[in-house]
């Protein structure tokens, strides 16, 4: 990890599920979901189930990137961010899952 950055927290509400989703507004006006900077370009893990994701996502740790504990889906973004690797895998991912279908709304 290089650091974090000045960032406002936004909350996007998601109106299939009624769950809040957190993001982070730079000065700038990007959205970001992480505060924390890592280094080099950014890198996408596409992978399918049981493929070795979280091995992935370890090994690129290592290498000094800020895994952004989401997964997107083709309808769907599941957060996981918080959790250990051994809560993701039992996880309720109904629970955790956001529509990307968003009609939203946010808090700046």
């Not at 992978?47 to 992935?56: E, F, Q, R």
């Not at 740790?61 to 973004?77: I, K, M």
């Not at 599941?78 to 959790?83: A, F, S």
Request: net charge positive; hydrophobic share 45%.
């Amino acid at each position: 990890m290089v650091g974090a950055i000045a960032a406002r927290e936004c909350t996007v509400r998601d109106r299939v599920t009624g769950r809040d989703f957190t993001l982070f507004v730079r000065p700038d006006g990007r959205l970001l979901v992480n505060i924390v900077l890592g280094k080099g370009h950014p890198v996408a893990v596409l992978s399918i189930p049981k493929s070795g994701t979280y091995l992935m996502a370890s090994l690129l740790q290592q290498l000094g990137y800020v895994d952004t504990e989401l997964h997107v889906a083709s309808t769907t973004l599941t957060d996981y961010r918080g959790l250990s690797v051994a809560e993701k895998r039992t996880a309720d991912v109904d629970g955790r899952a956001y529509w990307l279908l968003w009609s939203s709304w946010c808090h700046l």
